[in-house]
């Protein structure tokens, strides 16, 4: 039989004054003494009370903090986006030149090329942007000496700001060339086809992009832009002086300094089949200091970056068009022309006949649709 705690008139009331910490402390308190029920009344007290107690205790939070939102303030907003290549041209190539009614810039990856802007014709090296406004006339030509490797993006904008890049070329740094990177990478999971198709008018979404890919190609190319502009226009920036920001600038450039030496190393010694042992010994660098450095600065191992600088080279040497695939093997250190077709096919799967034949197609294909 069950029993039930008795509750007076002056125990109700207790509970309906106290607090909604206190109401639960009594209720413990009386379960385990008796460990009964208690009565249905007695539990719509309590939570009554702390009902009105939580809505009062809102109310009075909501009286004593008012927020008022602030609508941020844009520099630079890019409404559509046009197109986005990364070229890897032969060395003869040879773009007529067009005008359009939106922004584009041309990025030297690798070589240089002749442009011309408007009435000038400017040598644009390696690391340097060159920004096309709209309905500007604009050419691109290789200059015969190297096959370039261009990125050009183009897009609307009509942004007051965009002033700033009219007529200009800049030099970027190396937080700039990773943005280019980091557009590159997302828009190839985006959309469809190849960025490297000089004809393509139109980019197509592929149906397994991430949602968030297009934004995150929007955030990095407005990035890019402001950033330019603030490395450009020392005014606009504040600088923070302490110790720790300043230690932090000292490493990173540090590591780069190592990175770009070690690269720079590797450069030099792309006839030759190097080891990790052999890149520590000539760069009095530890093995494990090494491999950390190149997986956080490249995303990739060194022997595997090595190969990568290889087969890029082998590219270029193809597009430049003054040897052929045994002479390329040789000079870049492959055992054979066996092994270089295989490392070929596996980086950039293509073989080398495979890739020299789309290179000229598409350079053709190109001429003759401009043509028409």
């Known amino acids: ?16 004054t106290a607090s909604p910490h206190q109401c639960l402390r009594a209720n413990f308190a009386l379960f385990t003494l008796s460990h009964n029920n208690i009565t249905n009344i007695f539990y719509y007290c309590i939570l ?34 046009v197109t986005i290549h990364y070229f890897e041209y032969m060395s003869d190539f040879s773009f007529p030149g067009e005008a359009h ?19 000038s014709d400017i040598i644009l090296k390696k690391g340097q942007v060159a920004f096309h406004k709209p309905n500007e006339f604009h050419t691109v030509d290789a200059t015969g000496t190297s096959a370039p490797n261009l990125v050009v993006i183009s897009f609307h904008c009509k942004s007051a700001a965009m002033a700033f890049f ?26 469809k086809g190849r960025l490297d198709d000089p004809y393509q008018t139109e980019m197509l979404r592929t149906a397994s992009a991430a949602p968030d890919a297009e934004q995150l190609i929007r955030i990095h190319l407005e990035y890019f832009l402001i950033h330019l502009m603030r490395r450009y226009n020392h005014s606009s920036i504040t600088h923070t002086d302490n110790t720790l920001s300043s230690l932090k600038v000292t490493k990173m450039k ?48 060194i022997i595997e970056y090595f190969s990568n600088m290889k087969i890029e ?11 052929n ?25 293509m073989t080398p006949s495979e890739y020299a034949s789309s290179i000229k197609a598409m350079a053709e294909g190109a001429f003759e649709d401009r043509r028409m």
Not at 101 to 119: A, S, T
């Open 254 to 301: 540090s590591d780069t300094e190592v990175l770009n030496r070690i690269i720079h190393y590797m450069e030099m010694h792309l006839n030759s089949r190097i080891t990790i042992e052999q890149i520590c010994k000539d760069n009095m660098i530890g093995r494990s200091q090494l491999q950390k450095l190149f997986q956080q600065k490249t995303g990739l191992g």
């Open 166 to 191: 009219e007529d200009r070329i800049l030099k970027i740094d190396e937080l700039e060339r990773n943005i280019l990177a980091d557009i590159i990478a997302e828009a190839k999971t985006v959309f």
């Open 48 to 81: 009554k009370k702390k009902h009105l107690y939580l809505k009062l205790s809102q109310e009075k939070a909501g009286n004593l903090m008012r927020y008022k939102s602030i609508s941020l303030r844009e520099s630079i907003s890019i409404t559509e986006l």
């Open 313 to 323: 080279t082998a590219k270029e040497m193809i597009r430049t068009g003054h040897m």
């Open 101 to 119: 009614n939106f922004w584009e810039f041309v990025c030297v990856d690798k070589g240089d090329v002749k442009i011309r802007m408007g009435d």
């Open 1 to 16: 039989m069950k029993r039930f705690f008795p509750l007076s008139k002056t125990t109700l009331f207790l509970f309906l």
């Open 325 to 349: 695939f045994t002479q390329i093997s040789e000079q870049l250190g492959y055992t054979s022309i066996h092994y270089f077709s295989r490392q070929f096919k596996k980086i950039t799967d």
